[in-house]
């Protein structure tokens, strides 16, 4: 008896997620892909300039010892700013990815509701944050981080507003199904299986 009360004991306490909160690890993990396919294009896209520039000299350059070095240096000197844009980026996105759902899910649990003031309030104090962290002055950090703040608000108010609406019209679906229909595959299996063989 006692052993049984131990192990119940040990069972971590595991709170109910609310509906409409996204997974802060996927989220994160999508922003990293997303920072890294923008930095990648964007780098990819701005080094065509520097292309024309070594077909430039490898017009003028009669030696082909000359020109196959021109072509190689070009071609390192792509790949690591394509390779480092795609760094940067997703590692820029993936933090205010990871910042923003996670202040947002805090503010669900703390509040113990999901609306749209959660959503408001973590992309106004993300993009304050992340403005804070910018280089420059303290007066062009303090302009940031106000400019920040209200973008962040005006932007995420829409966007959340949407997103629980969404989650609303999803959620009357999914009370419209029949039981049998809801639930998942195996478990939905297991139970036909045991009506079968109690009949």
Same mark, same amino acid.
């Given at each position: 008896?006692?052993?049984?009360?131990?192990?119940?004991? =040990?069972?971590?306490?595991?709170?109910?997620?609310?509906?409409?909160?996204?997974?802060?690890?996927?989220?994160?993990?999508?922003?990293?892909?997303?920072?890294?396919?923008?930095?990648?294009?964007?780098?990819?896209?701005?080094?065509?300039?520097?292309?024309?520039?070594?077909?430039?000299?490898?017009?003028?350059?009669?030696?082909?010892?000359?020109?196959?070095?021109?072509?190689?240096?070009?071609?390192?000197?792509?790949?690591?700013?394509?390779?480092?844009?795609?760094?940067?980026?997703?590692?820029?996105?993936?933090?205010?990815?990871?910042?923003?759902?996670?202040?947002? =899910?805090?503010?669900?649990?703390?509040?113990?509701?999901?609306?749209?003031?959660?959503?408001?309030?973590?992309?106004?104090?993300?993009?304050?944050?992340?403005?804070?962290?910018?280089?420059?002055?303290?007066?062009?950090?303090?302009? =940031?981080?106000?400019?920040?703040?209200?973008?962040?608000?005006?932007?995420?108010?829409?966007?959340?507003?949407?997103?629980?609406?969404?989650?609303?019209?999803?959620?009357?679906?999914?009370?419209?199904?029949?039981?049998?229909?809801?639930?998942?595959?195996?478990?939905?299996?297991?139970?036909?299986?045991?009506?079968?063989?109690?009949?």
């Amino acid at each position: 008896m006692e052993a049984h009360e131990e192990s119940e004991e =040990n069972v971590p306490y595991r709170t109910s997620k609310l509906a409409g909160t996204v997974n802060w690890g996927t989220a994160t993990i999508v922003g990293v892909f997303a920072g890294m396919l923008y930095g990648g294009t964007k780098e990819a896209s701005a080094s065509i300039s520097k292309d024309a520039e070594v077909t430039l000299k490898l017009g003028s350059t009669p030696d082909k010892r000359e020109q196959y070095r021109l072509m190689r240096d070009a071609m390192e000197k792509r790949f690591i700013r394509i390779t480092r844009g795609s760094i940067v980026g997703g590692v820029r996105l993936g933090m205010f990815t990871a910042a923003f759902y996670g202040l947002q =899910n805090f503010l669900a649990e703390k509040r113990g509701v999901h609306d749209v003031y959660n959503v408001v309030g973590a992309g106004s104090a993300t993009a304050a944050t992340f403005g804070l962290i910018m280089p420059g002055s303290l007066a062009w950090r303090g302009r =940031n981080v106000l400019l920040g703040s209200v973008l962040g608000a005006t932007v995420c108010f829409p966007l959340g507003w949407l997103h629980l609406k969404l989650v609303e019209k999803a959620n009357e679906e999914s009370v419209v199904l029949p039981e049998r229909n809801r639930k998942p595959g195996v478990g939905a299996a297991i139970e036909r299986l045991g009506g079968n063989t109690s009949d």
